[in-house]
């Protein structure tokens, strides 16, 4: 993502948008000034919202495959470094597999499988 290589990324077909953690960018020598201030109240699975910092816009690239992709920027403590939401699969035109923890999408050439590392998992 951007110029920087995240691990630990949900691919979540729940979730209406896309997310990074302050933690992550901050680690990665984001300044609070790089957000685009926006704020937006989100919603977790346990019911308790969530005021956003604002939003960022940075490359994905996934299996060779590169899209702009707009992230709620949020302050809590993460489980994971980003969630990749429903906007990012429909953009990348991807298919995941929760069973086969994997994502297919397609490049230029060919259908690309990403795998997740299953004890992480």
Wanted: hydrophobic share 40%; charged share 20%; with cysteine.
């Amino acid at each position: 993502m951007g110029e920087f290589d995240i691990e630990r990324v949900l691919v979540d077909t729940g979730s209406t948008v896309n997310v990074l953690f302050w933690r992550t960018l901050e680690k990665k020598g984001v300044t609070p000034e790089q957000v685009k201030p926006k704020t937006r109240t989100l919603t977790g699975y346990h019911g308790i919202a969530k005021m956003s910092m604002g939003d960022m816009k940075l490359q994905v690239r996934a299996g060779g495959v590169t899209r702009k992709t707009t992230f709620l920027v949020i302050d809590t403590p993460p489980i994971y470094n980003a969630i990749l939401g429903a906007p990012w699969i429909y953009a990348m035109q991807a298919v995941p597999s929760t069973y086969n923890l994997c994502l297919k999408l397609p490049t230029t050439t060919r259908i690309c499988t990403l795998y997740s590392d299953k004890r992480m998992a």
